[in-house]
């Protein structure tokens, strides 16, 4: 109901909502150079070998938002 009513909205504003893949590895990939590394989810600080260090869910974020805007420009 809810994913309703934020498409709902969105329209309104003449915007759209894409959903990603359930099964997107968003926490395990690397936002910068886009390694993937399995890690447990008690770890809280993603660290990939390019060097890139941050918050798990800020990197988390930024892997959404590229595959939302990949999605865009595919669709």
């Not at 003449?14 to 993937?36: R, V």
């Amino acid at each position: 109901m809810f994913t309703s009513f934020l498409e709902y909205k969105l329209k309104e504003q003449g915007k759209q909502l894409k959903k990603i893949d359930k099964w997107f590895p968003s926490t395990q990939m690397c936002s910068t150079c886009g390694n993937i590394k399995p890690m447990p989810m008690r770890v809280r600080t993603y660290t990939c070998s390019c060097g890139y260090v941050g918050d798990r869910d800020h990197n988390s974020a930024r892997n959404i938002k590229k595959e939302g805007i990949r999605l865009l420009a595919s669709a």
